[in-house]
C-alpha cells in the first residue's frame, strides 16, 4: 500500500476546541461521514493515496468544534489526490447534520487556508449555505 505523511495540520482557532479522533465527533455527523464517505482511516493510519491498490482511500485529519459549528477536514486519495473541509452548522442539527460549507482542496490552497476561507464565509452568512459546490455522491 503506497501511503503518504498526514496532512499538516493548521492551528485550531481559539473558539473551537479539537476533537482528538473520529470517535471523538458529534455522533449525528459520524453517521454522515461513515454514509458519504464509506468510512475514513484513521488521522495517521494506513491510506492509499492513489488510484492503485484496496486500501482506505480516505483518511481523517482533523476536526474541531463549538457550540455553534463543526469542521471536519480529510484526504481523498485515488485519481487526483486532494482534501475535503467540512462545516456542519450544529445550531440546526436536529438530529440530522447541516452541511453548512463542502470545499474540495486540489490546488496549492492549504488546509489552513481553506478552513480560514470556510469560516470567514460563515461568518458573514445567516442561513447557512453550501459554498465551494456540492459534490456529486460519489465523489464525498
Same mark, same amino acid.
Given at each position: 500500500?503506497?501511503? $503518504?505523511?498526514?496532512?499538516?495540520?493548521?492551528?485550531?482557532?481559539?473558539?473551537?476546541?479539537?476533537?482528538?479522533?473520529?470517535?471523538?465527533? /458529534?455522533?449525528?455527523?459520524?453517521?454522515?461521514?461513515?454514509?458519504?464517505?464509506?468510512?475514513?482511516?484513521?488521522?495517521?493510519?494506513?491510506?492509499?493515496?492513489?488510484?492503485?491498490?484496496?486500501?482506505?482511500?480516505?483518511?481523517?485529519?482533523?476536526?474541531?468544534?463549538?457550540?455553534?459549528?463543526?469542521?471536519?477536514? &480529510?484526504?481523498?486519495?485515488?485519481?487526483? &489526490?486532494?482534501?475535503?473541509?467540512? $462545516? &456542519?452548522?450544529?445550531?440546526? &442539527?436536529?438530529?440530522?447534520?447541516?452541511?453548512?460549507?463542502?470545499?474540495?482542496?486540489?490546488?496549492?490552497?492549504?488546509?489552513?487556508?481553506?478552513?480560514?476561507?470556510?469560516?470567514?464565509?460563515?461568518?458573514?452568512?445567516?442561513?447557512?449555505?453550501?459554498?465551494?459546490?456540492? /459534490?456529486?455522491?460519489?465523489?464525498?
Amino acid at each position: 500500500m503506497f501511503d $503518504v505523511p498526514p496532512a499538516a495540520v493548521c492551528p485550531i482557532p481559539s473558539d473551537l476546541t479539537a476533537f482528538t479522533s473520529l470517535d471523538s465527533l /458529534p455522533p449525528a455527523i459520524q453517521v454522515d461521514l461513515k454514509m458519504k464517505t464509506g468510512g475514513l482511516s484513521p488521522a495517521g493510519g494506513p491510506f492509499e493515496a492513489t488510484d492503485v491498490g484496496d486500501g482506505p482511500k480516505r483518511r481523517f485529519v482533523a476536526a474541531a468544534g463549538n457550540p455553534v459549528l463543526d469542521v471536519v477536514i &480529510y484526504e481523498h486519495g485515488g485519481r487526483g &489526490y486532494h482534501r475535503h473541509v467540512l $462545516v &456542519y452548522d450544529r445550531m440546526n &442539527y436536529a438530529g440530522i447534520p447541516l452541511l453548512a460549507f463542502h470545499k474540495i482542496i486540489m490546488d496549492d490552497i492549504s488546509i489552513c487556508d481553506a478552513l480560514t476561507q470556510a469560516l470567514a464565509s460563515l461568518a458573514h452568512d445567516t442561513e447557512p449555505t453550501i459554498l465551494g459546490g456540492e /459534490p456529486s455522491s460519489q465523489h464525498w
